[in-house]
């Protein structure tokens, strides 16, 4: 493999690892919020033990997702320095703007809500949870903007090989900004849901805190049932917008080689083992006119093909195809989960006498949690690979972005991440099965004003 391949590998699977817990520092700051608002709103103990109990969890995924986000922006410098050359006059704006505004709003009240519980009222530990979770969506919104304008980049042009900005409202709403964006939101909120889904049912399954993890099990139900539908709507949106801006990564991803004929639908291949040598399909089952529907919203709407597309800006075809048919997959699989949940808290089965009885339901809800990340990956896989061989669609190659290194040190450098990633992971599973073993304090009073204010005293002497 030569430098270029090894860095696309080293940024992907880095990128893959961190993407893993900004999911759920989103989600789970906006459940913790909730929680806390349920709390104040109906005075019932249970939603402040639930904001406590996640809290520890969040923290912790929190400073992994800081910790593993770092290499990233360092390999804009290291690998991609051409890429930071040509693209650094926008994209860098985007990542300042990022670190100093979200990220930064996160950091600044992410110490009242983890340990401000008894040091400040509930109604300003409120606003400073509600912050972290505003912070974590804010940086969320500025990554998918460069992201996207990776995709579809706008607001301005190529000038002796560096990009020049013109219009920056153009090239931040750029045309897969919107639905990238949302997309991507619902699917930390989703995974979250899932998340909490799953480990909750581990713990009913096993009788442990049942009243607490039956209230975090139904809420992630209610979740499930509205996010994961609203999940596969973008996705549609997503779909067509791939289908008008990137033709090639909509064939590759479909495998789909001849443009269908005007009156003439194109057909979906639900499973196929793609040929890219002989430009064919080896073995395939199709369904007619499904494809055309799916890209286009019309039964015979135009959909390119890959022969219409010159080999050397074809994406690689055979990670997008079964990459999108897993992430398809798995979200059909969560639609129909959180329906079976429903339908079972919906005709009591969920009550305590009768909770023994759905081992099934929380065991399929258990095997989820993970496979609601793996979902996720695979997306960004599809996103991201299918952009190939473009590193700034149809705008800067891949090719001409990467820094001239040996093959050789981009390798030491790719074992060194995968060495301390691993330790990183390592670690992070120790603290957080110390976290789950310990369990929740469903002892703990809620603090009120005048318990914070005798506390504080307490701690400092009383007012000198």
Not at 297 to 303: D, E, I, S, Y
Request: charged letters at 10%.
């Amino acid at each position: 493999m030569d430098h270029i391949v090894l860095s696309r590998i080293q940024f992907g699977l880095t990128t893959l690892f961190h993407i893993t817990w900004p999911l759920l520092s989103i989600g789970l700051s906006i459940f913790i919020f909730t929680a806390e608002i349920l709390w104040l709103r109906t005075k019932k103990a249970g939603w402040y033990h639930q904001a406590r109990f996640w809290s520890k969890i969040f923290l912790l995924n929190f400073a992994v997702g800081v910790a593993s986000g770092i290499p990233l922006e360092f390999q804009f410098g290291t690998n991609w320095s051409g890429f930071s050359t040509q693209t650094g006059h926008f994209l860098g704006q985007m990542l300042s703007i990022d670190a100093t505004l979200g990220f930064m709003i996160e950091a600044a009240f992410l110490y009242i809500m983890v340990a401000g519980w008894s040091r400040v009222s509930p109604r300003f530990h409120l606003f400073s949870t509600g912050m972290v979770a505003l912070g974590a969506t804010i940086s969320s919104f500025w990554i998918m903007v460069a992201n996207s304008w990776m995709q579809t980049p706008a607001g301005g042009e190529m000038v002796n090989g560096v990009f020049v900005l013109k219009n920056m409202t153009d090239a931040i709403f750029n045309p897969d900004m919107p639905v990238g964006f949302t997309h991507m939101w619902l699917a930390c909120l989703a995974t979250t849901a899932f998340l909490l889904c799953g480990v909750s049912a581990w713990f009913l399954l096993r009788g442990i805190k049942t009243d607490f993890f039956m209230r975090s099990f139904k809420f992630s139900i209610a979740a499930a049932l509205i996010l994961a539908p609203l999940q596969a709507i973008t996705g549609d949106f997503s779909g067509q917008t791939v289908a008008k801006h990137q033709p090639a990564k909509l064939a590759a991803t479909e495998s789909h080689w001849e443009t269908n004929a005007p009156g003439q639908g194109a057909a979906w291949s639900v499973i196929a083992w793609p040929d890219p040598d002989n430009e064919r399909n080896i073995i395939e089952l199709r369904i007619p006119y499904v494809l055309s529907l799916l890209a286009t919203h019309n039964p015979v709407g135009k959909v390119t093909g890959l022969k219409d597309i010159p080999r050397e800006d074809r994406p690689p075809i055979l990670p997008l195809f079964y990459s999108f048919r897993i992430m398809v997959g798995i979200g059909t699989c969560m639609i129909f989960l959180a329906l079976w949940a429903a339908w079972a808290w919906r005709s009591g089965r969920l009550s305590p006498a009768r909770l023994q009885t759905q081992r099934p339901l929380l065991w399929a809800c258990v095997l989820m949690a993970p496979f609601a990340y793996i979902a996720v990956w695979m997306g960004w896989i599809m996103r991201e690979v299918g952009r190939q061989p473009w590193i700034v669609y149809n705008m800067i190659r891949t090719a001409d972005a990467a820094t001239p290194l040996s093959s050789s040190s981009v390798i030491t450098s790719l074992w060194i991440y995968i060495a301390l990633y691993s330790v990183l992971f390592v670690f992070f599973l120790l603290f957080v099965r110390r976290i789950l073993h310990q369990g929740p304090d469903t002892d703990e009073i809620p603090p009120t004003q005048n318990r914070i204010s005798n506390t504080y005293e307490t701690e400092t002497g009383g007012i000198q």
